[in-house]
């Protein structure tokens, strides 16, 4: 069995006086694809955002290969290997394509070459000098996946990938992350979209009001489609 890269224990996080996660565990093995799912406001975005530091309180237990990185600021979070790419991409708007993919540092050897990127996402290579600004919504998440993978960051925590993007990119994503996946990344990605999580996942943590309710194994989540679709509300 592979072993474990991120451990979660009892992980409580707050916004001011707003209490969010109540005590979340979850695991992730090396080169496991897991997913969060959940209703808008169970805690899942909160929950990559507290891994990254990035949650303004936060306790419990977080350990990324094996090192306890809950008091961690979000700079040495980074640098130990974990790539992040939020939900609003974060891509700088004024830069162009290029110049977004070369801002992060390389944390460790082995990441991808501007040129692997451009490869892995062609419409990344038509865009090269286009600005942030100039991309569709699509070439966005693609930009943002890109620039964390010339990171050499061995962990990837994304959030909502495919949110927002039209069926035909959703299946262009599908296919990278699934690449990413053979390769040997390991995942751990919030989505809405189930079905298209059922297509890329090893597992699947059910969030609900800021706690992990149900873990789900993929091949479960085939034969009860229908009951986790209801206990999601979408």
């Known amino acids: 069995m592979p072993d474990t890269m991120l451990e979660i224990r009892d992980l409580q996080a707050w916004y001011g006086q707003s209490h969010i996660l ?12 897991v997913t969060l799912l959940g209703r808008n406001g169970a805690g899942k975005s909160t929950t990559l955002k507290a891994i990254m530091g990035t949650v ?36 700088y708007a004024s830069l ?9 540092p390389v944390v460790r ?26 991309l569709s919504g699509g070439e966005q ?31 262009q994503i599908g296919g990278v992350i699934r690449r990413l996946k053979a390769a040997g990344f390991t995942i751990l990605m919030v989505e809405q979209n189930v079905r298209f999580a059922s297509t890329v996942a090893d597992r699947h943590y059910v969030m609900e009001r800021g706690q ?8 479960d989540m085939h034969g009860d489609f229908e009951r986790v679709v209801g206990l999601l509300g979408v």
């Open 109 to 134: 050897p082995g990441g991808m070459s501007v040129e692997m990127v451009l490869d892995l996402f062609p419409n990344l290579r038509e865009r090269f000098k286009s600005p942030g600004m100039k």
């Open 22 to 33: 109540h005590g979340v565990n979850l695991s992730v093995r090396r080169g496991e694809l």
């Open 96 to 104: 162009d394509v290029q110049e977004n993919l070369l801002l992060p």
């Open 141 to 171: 998440q693609m930009l943002a996946i890109g620039r964390i993978l010339r990171t050499g960051a061995p962990l990837l925590l994304l959030d909502e990938p495919t949110e927002g993007l039209a069926p035909v990119v959703v299946e």
């Open 56 to 91: 303004p309180r936060r306790s419990g237990s977080i350990r990324f290969e094996g090192t306890e990185i809950i008091a961690a600021p979000s700079h040495e979070i980074a640098r130990l290997g974990i790539g992040f790419c939020p939900e609003d991409r974060g891509i």
């Open 212 to 219: 992990i309710v149900e873990t789900l194994e993929n091949a």
